[in-house]
């Protein structure tokens, strides 16, 4: 099964219609595993926008990102495409034109290819071109999205099923931060040093988190059944 964020919208909307809600509703599929069922999450996206309304000044541009991607004002934990020096990453920016307008453009921290990358981009400007419905009074919206994958995906469904949503959303906002990070550089020690006001002002926090990944236990599942 796939599901983008606006099927995922419509899906929470039916169950809401039923008296059911999608946190029951995973917890039930994983349920399935311990009668034998194999469930597997291969893919999940997890976003944060910032929107702004009115010319209000933006936390995250566009600009603001390549500026400290120009400038290697940034940590990561993001794996890169080939083994190289700790400090150096993929990064990587897509161009999407029609003609002879621009049309968006995204900046990619991280291995496409991988099971973990982050990207940055204008979702006003993707909303506007697709000709989905948008406030007139919106005048900012940057998106910054984590892609999730298979042991990781898992890994974000366990948090959502066994945590509150303002839990859920206090821990992604730390997990974010944890592999991904704007920094002051005023430390020889990149881990020491200040986190840019507008990122934590936007992620919500200072405070980093582990994406808790447990090892897969076959034995564990069928000693449960039988117990």
Known sequence: ?????????????????????LRRVLRAWRAASLNGVFTRCTRVDVA???????????????????????????RSRLQA?????????????????????????????GNRKSNLCCRFYDKLLEQ???????????????????EFKDARAMAVVNAYCDMSDEDFNKYMAEVFNNY????????????RCDIKRWWSEFIGTVKRSRLVIPKFKPSTFSGSSDW
């Open 128 to 146: 506007r071109t697709n000709g989905d419905p948008v406030d007139d009074d919106v005048t900012s919206w940057i998106r910054c999205e984590f």
């Open 48 to 74: 944060a926008d910032d929107i702004h309304k009115n010319d209000e000044a933006p936390l995250l541009t566009m600009q603001k990102i390549r500026n400290c991607v120009k400038n290697r004002e940034f």
């Open 81 to 109: 495409e080939r083994k190289l020096k700790r400090c150096v990453m993929d990064i990587s920016e897509d161009f999407s034109d029609v003609g002879d307008e621009e049309m968006g453009k995204t900046i990619y921290f």
């Open 180 to 191: 991904i990070c704007f920094i002051k550089k005023n430390d020889i020690n990149r881990s």
């Open 1 to 21: 099964v796939r599901m983008s964020g606006n099927g995922l919208a419509f899906y929470q909307a039916h169950l809401a219609r039923k008296g059911e809600t």
